[in-house]
């Protein structure tokens, strides 16, 4: 499995299909594991997908509508179960702490994990910032309080061979000039070059608005709900959704490189549609119509 890849669970928006389990994403990000809008079935679809309880080391609810939710009670259950030795942390809308209060609590079980809840408020919020990541929410457009979840690796730079040999800088001095910025007269832009981060960014349920362009801004990878088509573009505002042209516009302006559409209404049968309409809106990069089970690699880092 790659270091930083997405694990795609469900893909079906309010009700499961033959086809389509209930939502459920995992990142596989380093040493972090992060379990996106765990649906009902999703403890069974990890089992599939070969994802671990020991894997995770966080939730991340956008909402609490059903089809995002309803299989937090199962996964925190399974966590206990395995007692998954380090703790897990939990991220949710600070309004719907009863939902996931009840959802922790549907039934007995003995707890021997550190489940930290740690709530989401606010317009946009900075969750993480641990130096090797920044994870951050943005309230979002939905019927009831929902976020999107976006990712930041910080910019660094990459050590170039050619440049630290005609230098003479080897072995321990290259691990100096990473920390000191100088050796021997020679910086570090001497023998290196800009590194951008990578960056990713999950976003559910929601109507176009400014978080929407905020979290996509600049990704790597962006995972967005297309819950209709375009001809259906009524319907989606109506409750609070996107098209796959309206996705896809996101996308293109915003300058992502891979786009995982998802969250698929059972109304429609074939997924080529999905990939014509978003194709049409313009989006001209890496393309997904994900289907459960399916897995992303986060794309390699961009060349400056």
């Known amino acids: 499995m ?49 994802v671990a309880a020991h894997d995770l080391t966080r939730l991340c ?3 609490f509508h059903g089809d995002h939710s309803l299989g937090l009670a199962g996964v925190i259950q399974r966590i206990n179960l395995d007692r998954v030795p380090h703790p897990v942390t939990a991220h949710y809308p600070e309004s719907g702490r009863r939902f996931f209060d009840r959802l922790r609590y549907a039934t007995a079980y003995r707890e021997t994990v550190a489940l930290r809840e740690e709530p989401v408020k606010g317009e946009a919020v900075v969750l993480v910032d641990s130096g090797a990541f920044l994870l951050e929410a943005r309230r979002l457009s939905h019927p009831v309080e929902a976020y999107g979840y976006r990712l930041v690796e910080p910019d660094g730079r990459r050590m170039l061979p050619e440049r630290l040999a005609a230098h003479g800088i080897t072995g321990p001095a290259v691990g100096r000039l990473q920390r000191e910025g100088e050796v021997d007269g020679v910086t570090l832009a001497d023998v290196s070059e800009p590194r951008p981060g990578q960056r990713f960014a999950f976003v559910m349920d929601t109507r176009l608005c400014d978080a929407v362009y905020a979290l996509a801004d600049g990704c790597d990878l962006l995972v967005i709900e297309s819950t209709f088509l375009d001809e259906d573009a009524a319907l989606a505002e109506e409750h609070g959704h996107l098209t796959a042209g309206q996705a896809a516009r996101v996308a293109a302006e915003s300058g992502v490189r891979h786009l995982v559409l998802t969250h698929f209404s059972q109304r429609y049968t074939d997924p080529a549609d999905f990939e014509r309409q978003a194709r049409d809106a313009g989006f001209e990069g890496e393309l997904t119509v994900a289907q459960d089970l399916g897995r992303v690699a986060v794309p390699k880092r961009r060349r400056t």
């Open 2 to 50: 790659s270091a930083r890849e997405l694990v795609v669970l469900g893909t079906a928006s309010q009700v499961p299909t033959r086809h389509r389990n209930h939502n459920g994403y995992f990142l596989r990000w380093d040493a972090e594991g992060i379990l996106f809008d765990p649906g009902e079935g999703t403890q069974r679809q990890m089992l599939r997908a070969g």
């Open 61 to 63: 609810v956008t909402h």
